[in-house]
């Protein structure tokens, strides 16, 4: 009978851990929806690229992380994006809640002060993520973001060059 608890009880365990790898390598913190949100002519194209959960291995109670796409060229619309429809799960109708439309980098010195997940890591350090500050100081680049507080922020940075979507989110700490 110990035989078959154990036995079991592996089962259980590789199963569990299939669970979690699966549950990760598919895991996408932007909705078809938020894509809409970001860009007028969004084409349902949008590949994940890479993933990096700066605080550690979780199920996606993410509280500092950055997702890399690889998208079609998409129009920088300056009445875009439209976080009036919905963000993750924000009270988009909070009148303390501060965001903007596509702008051109590099970042204003508002942005700069506000967005501390912008330096509190050396992006360059990550494969997925080196050319993270280059990108940023480009002028050619379009960025726009929704601060909540202090502790919840979302940062989005867009490449026409390289067709890249940069999104960055802080959700506590």
């Known amino acids: 009978m110990k035989k078959y608890i154990s036995i079991l009880a592996v089962i259980l365990l590789i199963l569990g851990v299939f669970f979690i790898v699966i549950n990760e390598l598919t895991y996408n913190p932007l909705k078809e929806k938020d894509f809409k949100n970001l860009f007028p002519d969004y084409d349902g194209k949008a590949k994940k690229k890479c993933y990096v959960d700066y605080i550690g291995f979780n199920l996606h109670g993410d509280l500092f992380d950055i997702s890399v796409y690889k998208l079609n060229d998409m129009t920088i619309d300056f009445q875009y994006p439209n976080f009036k429809n919905g963000w993750e799960n924000i009270n988009t109708q909070d009148d303390k809640l501060v965001f903007s439309k ?10 700069s002060v506000k967005f501390d997940i912008l330096t509190i890591e050396d992006f360059s350090k990550k494969k997925c993520t080196y050319s993270f500050n280059s990108d940023l100081l480009n002028s050619k680049n379009y960025y726009s973001y929704v601060y909540i507080n202090e502790l919840e922020q979302y940062f989005c940075l867009y490449c026409p060059e390289k067709n890249y979507l940069y999104y960055v989110r802080k959700n506590g700490w």
């Open 102 to 111: 596509w702008k051109k980098c590099p970042i204003d010195s508002f942005t």
